[in-house]
């Protein structure tokens, strides 16, 4: 049984009797369709429909908790705050040791949905006071394998559309539920099949470049890396782009060392090159 403990983050607890109202026109989730024990990924959105905050929210008795990067937890607290008004919700972070992930089902844990798309069975919960876990670059792997994207490892608050980071396809942006913060852009995108920018899997002969390096094709930028565990990574890329040089012939290098670039089989993306006069 696979146990990591993931220190860096924490969890929201929102509640009262407006609480699932409150977040049904705020986040990208569609929170009135989420079943008790179930984790679903979910976003608050600039109003031009980037990505402000990443969590991951699940039903909480009658109200809600919320998991996020700790280091985003009083910004996001805040910000939602600001959105209540006069709405009868409360907001609270909640104490604690971060989250354990687990493999293993329980009453107290979450399945997280992020994970279940890619065919990974992990379980999410409340970390007791005391725990010895797994290396955290166990749980980097699997994020890795499963094309699980998460902000400030993968790319920057206020930089990403849902849509790169495939929300569209793990079930954190909702197209059917109505109005929402960022809700008109990402519905644009949508409908328009604008996306060009996705997260792939990138793999090496040895040990990729640092999170951060871009990725060249034929001397322009393709896309930049994000989490790395040794001959592997994430990264958002231009799928045009990476369809032209697979179309060409052309490497594709971090560091100057070939990589290849690979979609996600869960997401049913693919790279297709530029088509002609575009």
Not at 63 to 69: H, K, S
Request: glycine share 10%; net charge negative.
């Amino acid at each position: 049984m696979a146990i990591f403990h993931l220190a860096e983050r924490s969890r929201i607890a929102i509640g009262g009797p407006e609480a699932e109202h409150f977040l049904q026109n705020l986040v990208t989730t569609d929170v009135g369709s989420m079943q008790p024990g179930e984790a679903w990924p979910g976003a608050l959105l600039t109003p031009q429909g980037k990505i402000w905050f990443d969590f991951l929210i699940a039903r909480d008795g009658d109200g809600f908790v919320v998991e996020t990067d700790t280091a985003d937890v009083d910004a996001l607290v805040k910000r939602l705050m600001i959105y209540r008004l006069r709405a009868k919700v409360t907001i609270a972070p909640e104490p604690g040791n971060g989250i354990v992930v687990t493999s293993t089902a329980s009453a107290e844990a979450c399945r997280d949905m992020r994970f279940a798309r890619a065919g990974i069975e992990l379980f999410r919960a409340a970390a007791p006071d005391r725990i010895t876990g797994d290396a955290v670059s166990g749980y980097e792997q699997l994020r890795i394998q499963a094309g699980v994207a998460e902000m400030n490892r993968d790319y920057p608050p206020q930089d990403a559309f849902p849509h790169d980071v495939l929300m569209d396809r793990n079930g954190a942006l909702s197209f059917t539920k109505g109005c929402y913060v960022g809700q008109e852009v990402v519905s644009r995108m949508q409908h328009r099949g604008t996306a060009r920018r996705r997260v792939a899997h990138v793999g090496a002969p040895t040990a990729l470049a640092a999170s951060g390096t871009a990725l060249m094709a034929a001397g322009k930028p393709v896309g930049t890396l994000g989490t790395i565990s040794g001959t592997e990574g994430l990264a958002i890329v231009r799928i045009d782009r990476v369809g032209d040089a697979e179309a060409a012939g052309q490497p594709i290098t971090a560091d100057d060392v070939a990589v290849t670039v690979t979609p996600f089989a869960w997401s049913g993306i693919a790279f297709a090159p530029t088509k002609s006069g575009e």
